[in-house]
């Protein structure tokens, strides 16, 4: 246990993540045991304004601070001593967060050993950029503080007003007693997003061995493989409403089962208890995967560029476009059987 730190003396902590709705919701693993460990301490978070919503209904965050993505360091600084914080957690540890926590001034300042911004930190975690999964690398700070780590949960949660949304949603077009699988072909970069195609053969797949409905839940940029899933899944399908993510989260929340490429929407759906299968190809899901017990994921580990990383595919999409239906249905198959149990 770490001597230099009076766990009395922490009432107010800022945890830093700027950006990336599942970047964030994975980092509220560490809030169970910051409250475990300092009792009766605040938790705020520092994000850039459009991922506020990560967070907006956690009752574990105290409050939401927020900040533009252009805005100057110092000046965000300035506005976080005036919150008088007794510690700050910068889970991101770029080189912006790196000087917002320096020039904090804070007497606590935790964050990783990454080159060029050790300066900023007196409780230091690891430099290397992890092994494990995503979520779990955030624990090496918990780990700084010598604090135990009492649960690796993430957290996410829908608001009544949202959960009413879905549930209206699903009474009006005869939902409820059915079991619904929503699709999510959104993807931050093109080489993410599943072929709108393979989302047909995929569906189709799945309603020949299971009876079920598809309910596609799209968001800015997905419209147009939407509609076509929607156009050739005919009578399987429905196409949510256009909403914000907010609302999206209150219809994925009566969905049996979300499929879904690797992006925010999946973290959030596994955040969210969901059983939740993620579609993989230039990205690692070992350590980018749905993180719950009952998810899993699926990707064609035979190619010889898979997990490329490029934004953009130089070659045919095989990764997709290959990735055998019979894999999606084994996974399927066994995350249903952990829901099971």
């Known amino acids: 246990m770490r001597t230099d730190l009076d766990k009395n003396n922490i009432k107010k902590i800022l945890c830093i993540k700027p950006r990336g709705i599942g970047d964030i919701v994975l980092s509220t693993i560490i809030l169970d045991s910051l409250l475990s460990y300092f009792k009766d301490v605040k938790i705020d978070y520092l994000v850039e304004s459009f991922a506020k919503q990560a967070l907006e209904f956690n009752p574990i965050v105290n409050k939401v601070l927020t900040m533009d993505k252009t805005e100057f360091p110092l000046k965000v600084a300035m506005r976080v001593r005036r919150e008088k914080y007794d510690m700050v957690i910068d889970l991101w540890s770029n080189p912006r967060s ?3 926590t320096f020039f904090s ?9 990454y080159r060029g911004r050790k300066y900023a930190y007196n409780i230091k975690g690891t430099k ?3 092994t494990t999964h995503a979520a779990e690398h955030n624990l090496e700070l918990i780990k700084a503080l010598d604090i135990p780590i009492v649960s690796k949960k993430i957290h996410y949660y829908v608001s009544e007003k949202d959960k009413q949304f879905g549930l209206d949603f699903f009474q009006r077009n005869n939902l409820s007693d059915e079991f619904v699988i929503g699709i999510i072909p959104a993807g931050g970069w093109e080489s993410k997003r599943c072929d709108a195609v393979k989302w047909v053969e995929i569906c189709e797949a799945i309603s020949k061995t299971y009876e079920v409905k598809f309910l ?4 800015p940029g997905d419209e147009q493989d939407a509609d076509y899933t929607k156009l050739h899944l005919k009578g399987k399908a429905l196409l949510a409403p256009k909403t914000e993510l907010a609302a999206m989260t209150g219809l994925m929340s009566h969905c049996k089962l979300i499929i ?7 973290h959030l759906s596994a ?18 995967g749905p993180y719950s017990q009952n998810s899993g ?9 898979i997990v490329c990383n490029k934004l953009v595919c130089p070659y045919k999409h095989e990764c997709m476009l290959e990735l055998p239906v ?6 399927i198959k066994y995350i249903l059987q952990i829901e099971k149990t």
């Not at 596609?216 to 968001?219: M, T």
């Not at 879904?260 to 999946?266: T, V």
């Not at 955040?271 to 350590?287: E, H, V």
């Open 98 to 100: 790196a000087q917002i």
């Open 105 to 113: 001034g804070l007497k606590y300042r935790v964050g990783f050993s």
């Open 128 to 130: 290397s950029k992890g």
């Open 216 to 219: 596609i839940l799209w968001g």
């Open 260 to 266: 879904a490429n690797d992006s925010g929407p999946m």
């Open 271 to 288: 955040a969210m208890g969901i059983p939740t299968l993620g579609i993989f190809g230039p990205t690692n899901p070992m350590g980018h």
């Open 297 to 305: 994921y699926v990707i064609k580990e035979d190619l010889f560029c």
């Open 326 to 331: 019979e894999k999606v249905l084994e996974k």
